[in-house]
């Protein structure tokens, strides 16, 4: 076995915004608010729509099946293509960087614009930018970062964080919006999606022009053709990569397909799994910087690649996470994310990818809460675009938890009783008499036993338990058996 838990980086990868998951949904479950707001959201929206469009595709499965093999062989040879995308950047005019921190990822962001004599930065969505805490940095170094995503922007500018991989503000409603542009903006209040939106198109339009540097991520990186991928639904994207001066695209090292062919199979899946649309509205293929005759596009582009404990991961039992292509749609499909949100998570990867990849990222021990927030229902591998097995890796981070001694003797007794009382007919019988005793005996009403004292409290805290009949399933099979023998023999 070649766990990723038994040697963990010696710097925390991702920020924590919070270490206690039970704690937090349970406080999520009580907020009316958040339930409200994902209840009426669109996860379940596109959730379903995901599952029409899917039908679709003629070979659907095959196709999530060849996305999952093109990315399991990049990964397998992922020194062989990174040189590859390496020397094709360079040969395009860009210029790449490689950082194995997140501290050396913003780094290097703020050197360049330092170098650029950059003062306003307009970033487009990405993820590695919240693991690396870029805004943070940059605003340190006296450099203003702009989100011009509008999800992003609304958090930006209400210093909240992303709680969806690819719809950050799921946990918000147009009214909660709409107070934050009223204090923004000081403009009147409204609740109105398109006047809301239309006030942040404005200001954001004129910031594009101000920008002396654009920052976006990257959902694909070809080697063959040294480009970067861009999938937006809002345009900004294009301005961020084509307006500014210089252009840093920051990505995880995991991020690479083969070749320019591969492309269709990831953009056919990515759309319709993350939104639930055929194609995402804009899909730009960004090769190094402006070439000469060209109209726009930045003098200089810059590509960091950014370990930050991938080729740990990569190295482990859970190498199949780095496929991700960050859709969400294991996110959508999850019960437990739809109940409790994305912020209960604690990082900024949330949901069922999150709870695998957050202990991957930092330490089993911070997050020995997220294996278990699963119901192992298998929806996330359903949903999964790239066939990255969920339950599975989740069911061996849970002996993780066991093998590297971080599961409490309290609980390793209970599991040492049970499955004892499970090896033998006669322990468990034994087991079910007992409890069956002790059930018989707690107060109840109306047949439902509201308080189990001990382990099993949390079952009560949240529901009744039934109490259980005078006789047990075994009991009335075994009647059955003698009716039905009975029966035959009288017929004879
Ligand atoms: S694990 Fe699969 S479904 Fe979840 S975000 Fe990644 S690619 Fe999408």
Not at 187 to 194: K, V, W
Not at 198 to 209: D, S
Not at 270 to 278: D, K
Not at 286 to 292: C, F, K, L, S
């Amino acid at each position: 076995m070649n766990t990723a838990l038994a040697d963990p980086p010696r710097h925390l990868a991702l920020p924590v915004f919070n270490d206690n998951f039970k704690a937090a949904a349970h406080h999520a479950t009580q907020d009316t608010a958040l339930l409200g707001a994902l209840d009426g959201s669109i996860v379940k929206r596109d959730y379903a729509r995901r599952a029409s469009l899917a039908a679709d595709l003629p070979d659907a499965n095959g196709l999530r099946q060849l996305a999952g093999n093109i990315k399991a062989h990049t990964l397998d040879h992922l020194d062989y293509y990174l040189e590859l995308l390496e020397n094709n950047v360079i040969a395009a005019g860009g210029k790449v960087h490689y950082a194995a921190s997140a501290q050396e990822a913003n780094a290097l962001v703020v050197a360049i614009a330092q170098a650029g004599n950059c003062r306003l930065v307009v970033k487009s969505k990405s993820m590695v930018s919240e693991e690396t805490e870029l805004n943070a940095a940059l605003e340190q170094a006296g450099i203003e970062p702009l989100e011009t995503d509008l999800g992003e922007f609304i958090l930006q500018i209400d210093h909240d964080h992303p709680s969806h991989l690819v719809m950050p503000i799921i946990h918000k409603r147009a009214a909660d919006v709409g107070r934050v542009f009223e204090k923004y903006f000081k403009a009147p209040f409204t609740d109105d999606p398109a006047t809301l939106a239309e006030l942040a198109r404005v200001y954001l339009r004129k910031r594009f022009n101000e920008a002396d540097m654009g920052i976006s991520g990257v959902n694909f990186a070809i080697a063959e053709t040294g480009s970067i991928v861009l999938c937006t639904n809002e345009g900004n994207g294009r301005m961020c990569t084509s307006r500014p001066r210089v252009h840093v695209a920051l990505m995880g090292m995991e991020k690479l397909i083969p070749s320019l062919a591969d492309l269709p199979v990831f953009l056919k899946l990515l759309a319709r799994s993350a939104t639930g649309q055929p194609l995402t509205q804009y899909n730009n293929i960004v090769t190094g910087p402006r070439r000469p005759g060209e109209l726009d596009g930045p003098d200089e582009f810059h590509l960091i690649i950014m370990d930050n404990g991938r080729s740990h991961i990569l190295a482990s039992d859970y190498r199949d996470t780095l496929r991700c292509i960050r859709c969400g749609a294991c996110l959508n499909a999850c019960p437990i994310y739809r109940k409790v949100g994305g912020h209960t998570y604690g990082s900024v990867y949330p949901g069922p990818i999150g709870a695998l990849i957050t202990p991957l990222f930092n330490t089993l021990e911070m997050h020995k809460d997220l294996p278990q927030a699963t119901s192992l229902c298998g929806a996330c591998y359903e949903a999964c675009p790239v066939k990255i097995n969920i339950p599975e890796m989740l069911i061996h981070m849970k002996g993780d938890l066991v093998r590297t001694g971080i599961t409490s003797r309290w609980e390793k007794m209970i599991f040492w009783l049970w499955s004892f009382s499970l090896r033998y007919p006669i322990t468990y019988r034994m087991g079910q008499k007992m409890q069956q005793f002790m059930m018989r005996r707690a107060p109840s009403r109306d047949g439902w036993i509201s308080h189990i004292p001990g382990p099993a409290a949390g079952w009560t805290a949240a529901r009744d338990f039934p109490r259980p009949g005078k006789s047990d399933f075994r009991a009335l099979w075994k009647q059955h058996q003698q009716q039905k023998a009975r029966a035959g023999a009288d017929r004879d």
